[in-house]
């Protein structure tokens, strides 16, 4: 039998005193049936890191910037097994502050301050819905979306979102300024996906789809039937006829 050292007699037992032994310990006491030594480890591991990315240092956030729990740009909003990140919000600054010792409208000043937290939040790893906004603010996610619409119209961008990124939501006034960008303004997919926050992949499907539209709609200008013949969803295909149309 191999003989334990002093140290560990010593020592071993020191470890306790912190969060992740204390952690394996409860699990190992309250749930002896159920997790093993490897499982009780990773389940404390997963805990710790949960908790640092949920609780990160405050010490740098000013004035008028909250912490948010943000989906994960990377998940859907509709995923069964969706991620979070926590971002730090500028809800308003100093510059707004000072936009409103001028006079400046407060809608005004509310729109720059969607289209802020919606871009810190996507630097940061994260995405803002429309709902998110409206919790912070407290305003109506119609009114949201109105100005934030109303931004990327008089700006000509797209402010990244749920609906933007994942195809969520009713809107899909996105793919008219991408398709716009590439057929109408000939710029380079690539640029148009750089632009407006989306991946090469969902430039591309927008394109696809837009051109199946597009020849159909030379055959037959019905609605119903490009949307059996593409398989494309209705109110999709009117408005890529729209664009069709106006372009």
């Known amino acids: 039998m191999i003989r334990t050292p002093d140290s560990v007699k010593r020592y071993n037992s020191a470890k306790h005193r912190f969060l992740r032994a204390r952690l394996i310990n409860f699990f190992a006491r309250e ?34 910037q909250i912490l948010w729990n943000a989906l994960d740009k990377n998940t859907r909003g509709d995923s069964p097994n969706r991620k979070y990140v926590t971002v730090v ?25 969607i289209v802020r937290m919606m871009r810190e939040t996507y630097d940061q790893g994260g995405i803002l819905s429309t709902r ?25 961008c797209l402010i990244p979102h749920t609906g933007l990124l994942h195809d969520m939501g009713s809107t899909i006034s996105h793919k008219t300024t991408i398709i716009r960008k590439v057929v109408v303004d000939k710029k380079d997919p690539a640029d148009v996906a750089r632009e407006c926050n989306h991946s090469q992949r969902a430039v591309d499907r927008y394109l696809k789809d837009f051109f199946r539209v597009k020849t159909a709609y030379k055959h037959n200008k019905d609605k119903n039937y490009i949307h059996v013949v593409t398989g494309i969803a209705k109110h999709v295909v009117g408005k890529y006829i729209e664009i069709i149309n106006n372009f």
């Open 31 to 64: 749930f002896p049936k159920f997790f093993g030594p490897v499982i009780r480890e990773r389940i404390a591991d997963e805990l710790i890191d949960l908790f640092e990315k949920t609780n990160p240092e405050v010490k740098r956030i000013k004035p008028g």
């Open 89 to 113: 919000l500028s809800v308003i600054t100093e510059e707004d502050i000072e936009q409103l010792i001028k006079g400046t409208p407060k809608s005004i000043i509310t729109q720059t301050s």
């Open 132 to 156: 998110d906004i409206s919790l912070i603010t407290l305003r109506n996610s119609s009114d949201i979306s109105k100005l934030r619409l109303k931004y990327e119209k008089e700006n000509d």
